[in-house]
């Protein structure tokens, strides 16, 4: 296949196995372009991307800026906070009015679910979801299991587990589409006021216990807990979050077998994991934020070559 | 469809020993001189030449890589299939080396003209030379011409210069083909 099936990046779940694959070889190659001494390839000088956030970011929106701009695109930012938006201005309104500045493609961090789907159905151009509320983060998880293909040669039968706030989590949901998708057993773990009611109906299984949780995974994905999504205290301290649920050097120490640790950052150090495990050979953490990189120009670049001239 | 036996086997390989021949020529020791295979299919070539310096010659320090020009190309999002990429292997420095060129077939030029960009994100060369096999001549788009050339061939536009490599269709031969 040299095609994606799909003209949006909406989410994990309108994915193929083949459509990930392809991402994956085309990433190859971009991760090759990056490491050069001049990291620019000039495919992209005729296409112009918005990216719209309308949610905090520093981490993806940097991720996506880096991407487009290695493709030589041309880029133009927005946030929610400076704009028309505050002044009452809806979704349609504001992206219609962006592409009628002949934009081609949008990438749009939102804080409602399912806002990139709604977009991809009501203007001209190509959208990439950049997180819509706590529905999915599809490059995300395109960029964790690439982390993992890369460290263990492949996604295929690899045990992982999601651990922490499940709950308010688009990384968790995007993660476990890609992960089943490419034939990984997935578990989650957290405190039981954090993992969705529903969550095993996605075929995955449920642990409460950490210790039991990390000696039968390969990889551990830590999940940041995400203070400004809860109205409501879900558990009773951070202190006891991180006993219950934190990994120290002692408890990795302690496995059975030498585990991988990724972390979709930003890490409150000393609450999901401590310093001497993001810091260690087993974390892949920088390894990840790389990877974004590589893997937004493959989505960017392969969503670009199916826009009509 | 219709096709012509341009080059043997048995032709091919006087041809590439004289190519050899020519870039010892000019590069006696290959002290500063770079081989890159332009992929996809100059690579078979350049793996060629590379050992017949090597084996034939005992030229041993001959640095070969290979250039993938996808990104480069001018022709993204123009043609009905997309474009697929390869990789690229270049392990030396290009900074103020002589590299070599090598390509089974120049014909438009734009392969090239991208290659030229291409191996620019890998440092400035003191200077490029092209090696070709097949020159479709008065088919150019673009004023670039092979340094050194395995044969000329005059081909009008809808047909196609087709090399094979024992490596990949089994055998070694040129074919003119006439859709």
């Known amino acids: 296949m040299s095609e994606l099936s799909v003209n949006h990046l909406l989410g994990i779940k309108y994915l193929k196995k083949e459509d990930i694959d392809l991402i994956f070889e085309t990433a190859d190659h971009f991760k090759e372009v990056i490491n050069r001494p001049i990291k620019k390839v000039p495919s992209l000088r005729d296409i112009t991307i918005a990216n719209l956030f309308f949610e905090n970011s520093t981490r993806t929106r940097l991720s996506f800026e880096l991407a487009e701009k290695r493709l030589s695109a041309d880029v133009v930012n927005f946030s929610a906070a400076s704009s028309s938006v505050k002044k009452g201005e809806t979704l349609i309104d504001t992206v219609n009015n962006i592409l009628s500045m002949k934009v081609d493609m949008v990438v749009m961090r939102h804080p409602n679910p399912g806002a990139g789907v709604f977009l991809s159905k009501h203007v001209g151009a190509s959208i990439v979801n950049a997180g819509d509320g706590a529905h999915e983060h599809p ?3 395109l ?21 922490g706030d499940i709950l308010h989590s688009r990384v968790a949901l995007s993660n476990i589409f ?6 990984a057993e997935v578990k989650v773990c957290g405190p039981k006021t954090l993992l969705p009611k529903y969550i095993d109906k996605l075929g995955i299984t449920v642990e409460t216990n950490l210790r039991k949780a990390l000696n039968w995974c390969d990889v551990a994905n830590m999940l940041r807990v995400q203070n400004e999504r809860m109205e409501i205290s879900y558990f009773p301290s951070s202190r006891e979050y991180t006993q219950l649920f934190g990994v120290d050097k002692k408890v990795l120490d302690s496995l059975d077998k030498e585990i991988v640790i990724m972390h979709p950052g930003p890490i409150n150090r000393g609450v999901e994991i401590t310093s001497d495990v993001a810091d260690s050979n087993q974390a892949i953490i920088l390894d990840q934020v790389q990877n974004g990189v590589a893997i937004r120009m493959a989505v960017i670049y392969l969503l670009a070559s199916k826009i009509k001239r | 469809m219709s096709q012509k036996l341009l ?3 048995k032709e091919i390989d ?5 190519l050899a021949c020519q870039l010892i020529e000019n590069h006696t020791h290959f002290k500063d001189t770079v081989l890159i295979g332009v992929q996809p299919r100059g690579t078979f070539l350049a793996d060629r030449i590379k050992q017949i310096l090597v084996n034939d010659y005992t030229i041993t320090n001959v640095c070969l890589g290979y250039l993938d020009i996808t990104f480069y190309r001018d022709d993204f999002r123009r043609g009905e299939k997309p474009l697929e990429a390869n990789k690229t292997h270049i392990d030396f420095v290009v900074e103020d080396k002589r590299v070599v060129f090598i390509d089974d077939v120049l014909y438009t030029g734009r392969s090239i003209r991208a290659a030229l960009t291409a191996v620019q994100s890998f440092g400035r060369p003191l200077e490029i030379e092209l090696l070709t096999l097949i020159d479709r001549r008065f088919s150019r788009h673009l004023p670039i011409q092979p340094n050194y050339r395995g044969r000329q061939v005059d081909a009008i536009n809808q047909e196609k210069v087709k090399v094979h490599w024992v490596e990949n269709e089994g055998e070694d031969a040129v074919y003119l083909i006439n859709p």
């Open chain 2, 14 to 18: 006087i041809i590439l020993h004289r």
């Open chain 1, 143 to 163: 960029l964790d299991t690439y982390s993992i293909r890369e460290r263990l040669g492949e996604v295929k039968g690899k045990k992982v587990v999601i651990v």
């Open chain 2, 7 to 9: 080059l043997s086997a």
């Open chain 1, 178 to 183: 890609a992960l089943q998708l490419q034939g």
């Open chain 1, 139 to 141: 490059t995300q998880a």
